[in-house]
């Protein structure tokens, strides 16, 4: 057998537990629903950010194709008067 073999049969393996094993002894208890609260909270703070600065750049990116439209059409009727 492979050493390659050889590691994966023996992380494969699965051990058994100590017969005093204690299943409660290893939940993670207030800590960390607190942890995992916490960075749910900042999660969610830092998608609405996200959205605020998207939506932003789309309006300012709106507004400046609307100044553009508009300045292209000042300068067309600008040159439809000084040719007539």
Known sequence: MSPIEFAI???AATPTPQPNFDENSVT???VGFLITFGVA???LLLC???V???RRVRY???IREQLEAERLA???AKDET???
Request: net charge positive.
């Open 9 to 11: 049969v023996r992380l």
């Open 28 to 30: 993670p208890g207030w």
């Open 41 to 43: 909270v900042l999660v």
């Open 48 to 50: 609405i950010d996200l």
């Open 52 to 54: 605020r600065r998207v």
């Open 60 to 62: 300012r990116g709106e």
């Open 74 to 76: 000042a300068e067309r």
């Open 82 to 84: 000084t040719n007539s």
